[in-house]
């Protein structure tokens, strides 16, 4: 039958807000997350990656947490702008003892819209 | 900044014929991805190169599929009969190393399939 495209949550904000978007991921060996922002017609950018061994990483503006007991990452963006618009996967490696080394499982997404 | 790029941006072809998509990966980086992302869905695996070889394929990636680094600088995805499913936007992506390494993609291409 004809595919259908997903409906993905989203999460709209007021500039200047604090935002969390939220990720579940599935392969519980998997040992290193990536979160991704993707604008309309472009390529996933790269925003901030963390390794199982961390819980929390922060960058600019931004902060991932890694639950690994629940298998749920989190990106907070912090100050939120209008820029931030876009829609955000989180993606993940599988572990050094897998196969596949190189291979990114990406989430569904998330759709952040930004109001001034 | 070093950028993955992607040639051409847009490509529209009649099913059945053959496209290839060219990708000019970070010039030091040495591994090599391609990824597809059909309309309002998730990104998804297609393939991975290093050193002249795939290193893995997802299902989707038959035998209509292949790939090739014809040169030392670009890194090429072909598709030999297209289908009408085959209608997405492809991403190449390159990263340094394979493992827990950062990948940086490409703007993509968006293949349009009649």
């Known amino acids: 039958g004809e595919s259908v495209g997903l409906h993905l949550p989203t999460l709209s904000v007021q500039e200047g807000d604090n935002s969390i978007i939220n990720c579940a991921y599935s392969?519980?060996?998997?040992?290193?997350f990536i979160w991704y922002k993707q604008e309309s017609g472009k390529g996933p950018q790269f925003i901030i990656d963390?390794?199982?061994?961390?819980d929390k990483r922060q960058g600019q503006r931004v902060t991932v947490l890694l639950n690994k007991t629940v298998k749920h990452l989190s990106l907070q963006i912090a100050a939120t702008q209008p820029g931030d618009s876009a829609v955000y996967f989180c993606?993940?490696?599988?572990?050094?003892?897998?196969?596949?080394?190189?291979?990114?499982?990406f989430g569904q997404g998330t759709i952040l819209t930004v109001h001034p | 900044e070093p950028e993955v790029t992607q040639t051409p941006s847009h490509q529209v072809t009649q099913m059945g014929q053959e496209v290839i998509l060219r990708c000019v990966p970070i010039?030091?980086?040495?591994?090599f991805y391609w990824y597809r992302q059909i309309l309002g869905q998730k990104v998804e695996f297609l393939v991975s190169?290093?050193?002249?070889?795939?290193?893995?394929k997802s299902e989707i990636f038959d035998d209509q599929f292949s790939v090739e680094r014809p040169d030392g600088s670009n890194f090429t995805l072909k598709i030999r009969s297209t289908k009408l499913e085959d209608s997405a936007m492809y991403f190449c992506?390159?990263?340094?190393?394979?493992?827990?390494?950062?990948?940086?993609f490409g703007p993509g291409t968006r293949l349009l399939v009649l």
């Open positions: 992506a390159s990263s340094e190393t394979e493992y827990q390494e950062t990948q940086y």
């Open positions: 392969n519980s060996a998997s040992d290193y």
């Open positions: 963390i390794r199982s061994n961390m």
């Open positions: 993606a993940e490696n599988p572990s050094l003892g897998g196969t596949s080394y190189g291979k990114l499982t």
């Open positions: 010039s030091n980086h040495l591994y």
């Open positions: 190169f290093y050193n002249n070889e795939i290193s893995e």
